[in-house]
């Protein structure tokens, strides 16, 4: 049974900075590329981070420079280290198992997402 269990949000102010963890179970997670996602009100769910299983990363261009995802295969473990929060930062971050498409495009790999974890940055 997938399991996906995500932590560390909170309430931040513009320019702090948090730390997520997202512990896995169920699921292979070393041969797993893994990725955070967030989901701001009213908006779609978008693709923050990636990180291959060979450590190699990926960001989304809004959080270039700010976020940086690591993870831990002992641990089965992926964190996101997020730097000089913005409001626009803002949403529910969850994780996930990433698949490649035939377009060379990150999707999620299962169904079975975790309750999230949310992140408020407010002035």
């Known amino acids: 049974q997938v399991q996906l269990v995500e932590s560390g949000g909170g309430l931040v102010q513009p320019g702090g900075s948090l730390r997520l963890s997202c512990a896995a179970s169920?699921?292979?997670?070393?041969?797993?590329?893994m990725g955070w996602y967030r989901q701001a009100q009213g908006k779609q769910r978008e693709l923050v981070a990636a990180?291959?299983?060979?450590?190699?990363?990926n960001y989304a261009d809004s959080v270039k420079g700010r976020f940086t995802i690591s993870r831990d295969n002992a641990e089965n473990t992926v964190s996101l280290q997020m730097n000089s929060l913005k409001p626009e930062d803002t949403a529910v971050y969850y994780c996930?198992?990433?698949?490649?498409?035939?377009?060379?495009?990150?999707?999620?790999?299962?169904?079975?997402w975790g309750q999230g974890t949310q992140v408020t940055v407010f002035s």
């Open positions: 996930n198992a990433l698949f490649t498409n035939s377009f060379g495009k990150f999707l999620p790999r299962y169904n079975s």
């Open positions: 990180i291959t299983t060979g450590g190699t990363t």
């Open positions: 169920g699921i292979p997670f070393s041969t797993n590329v």
